[in-house]
C-alpha cells in the first residue's frame, strides 16, 4: 500500500475523532491549547496503537487467510465504510448529551479514544493482508488523528455543530474507494 493511501487512510480513521473533538469542544466552557493537546495526545495514541494490534491479532490466528488477502481487505474496509456512513446518519437523528464535568477526565478520554479508533483496528487486519509498513502507516494514523483532534477541539468552539454532520460520510466513503482500489488491483 502506497504513501498516498496510507494518507486517505488516516485521513477516514481520524474523521471519527475529529467529529468527537469538535462535539466535546463546543462543550468545553474555554478552550485552551493544552485541552486541544491532551484530545489530540489520547487519540492519536490509539489510532496509532490499535493497527499494530489488529496486525498481529491475524499473525497470530492464522496466515491461511493469505489466499484471499485482497478480499479480505477489501471487505473489511468496506465493513468499516460503511458502518462509519450509517453511524453517521444515526446521529443525525439524536443528539448526544455529555457532562461537561467530566469532558476532559483520563477516564473519558480514554474511552472516547478506543471508541473511536476501533475502525483502525480492523484497518490494521487487513494491514496484514497488503504489503505495507506496519510502523510507519500506524504512526502516519496517529499523528493524523492527534492533529485532526486537536484542531477538531479548537474548532469546535468556534464553528459549532456544521462541520461534524457529514465527516464521518466522507470518511466512509473513501475508505470504501480504497477497498475498490485494493479490489481492482487484484484483478
Same mark, same amino acid.
Given at each position: ?7 486517505? %487512510?488516516? %485521513? /477516514?480513521?481520524?474523521?471519527?475523532a475529529?467529529?468527537? =473533538?469538535i /462535539? ?7 478552550i485552551?491549547i493544552k485541552?486541544?493537546? &491532551? ?9 496509532? #496503537?490499535?493497527?499494530i ?5 491475524v499473525?497470530l490466528?492464522?496466515?491461511s487467510l493469505? &489466499? ?6 477489501f ?7 460503511i458502518?462509519m ?8 437523528e ?9 469532558i476532559? /477526565?483520563f477516564?473519558n478520554?480514554?474511552?472516547?479514544g478506543i471508541?473511536?479508533s476501533i475502525d ?5 487486519? /487487513?494491514?496484514s493482508?497488503?504489503?505495507t509498513?506496519?510502523?510507519? =502507516?500506524?504512526? #502516519?494514523?496517529?499523528?493524523v488523528?492527534?492533529?485532526f =483532534?486537536?484542531?477538531?477541539v %479548537?474548532l469546535?468552539?468556534k464553528?459549532?455543530?456544521r462541520? =461534524? ?8 466513503? %473513501?475508505? #470504501? ?11
Amino acid at each position: 500500500m502506497g504513501f498516498l493511501e496510507i494518507i486517505f %487512510i488516516a %485521513i /477516514s480513521l481520524a474523521l471519527d475523532a475529529f467529529v468527537v =473533538s469538535i /462535539s466535546n469542544g463546543i462543550l468545553i466552557d474555554k478552550i485552551k491549547i493544552k485541552y486541544a493537546f &491532551k484530545f489530540g495526545m489520547f487519540f492519536g495514541f490509539f489510532q496509532f #496503537i490499535m493497527p499494530i494490534i489488529g496486525y498481529y491479532l491475524v499473525n497470530l490466528f492464522g496466515k491461511s487467510l493469505l &489466499k484471499f488477502d485482497y478480499l479480505i481487505a477489501f471487505f473489511l474496509l468496506n465493513i468499516i465504510g460503511i458502518k462509519m456512513i450509517v453511524e453517521s446518519l444515526k446521529n443525525q437523528e439524536k443528539e448526544n448529551i455529555y457532562d461537561k464535568k467530566h469532558i476532559l /477526565s483520563f477516564k473519558n478520554l480514554t474511552v472516547l479514544g478506543i471508541a473511536t479508533s476501533i475502525d483502525s483496528l480492523a484497518v490494521g487486519v /487487513s494491514f496484514s493482508f497488503v504489503e505495507t509498513k506496519l510502523l510507519i =502507516s500506524s504512526l #502516519i494514523i496517529g499523528i493524523v488523528a492527534f492533529i485532526f =483532534s486537536f484542531i477538531g477541539v %479548537i474548532l469546535g468552539k468556534k464553528i459549532g455543530n456544521r462541520l =461534524s454532520k457529514n465527516s464521518e460520510i466522507i470518511g466512509g466513503v %473513501i475508505l #470504501i474507494v480504497i477497498a475498490l482500489k485494493i479490489l481492482i488491483q487484484h484483478f
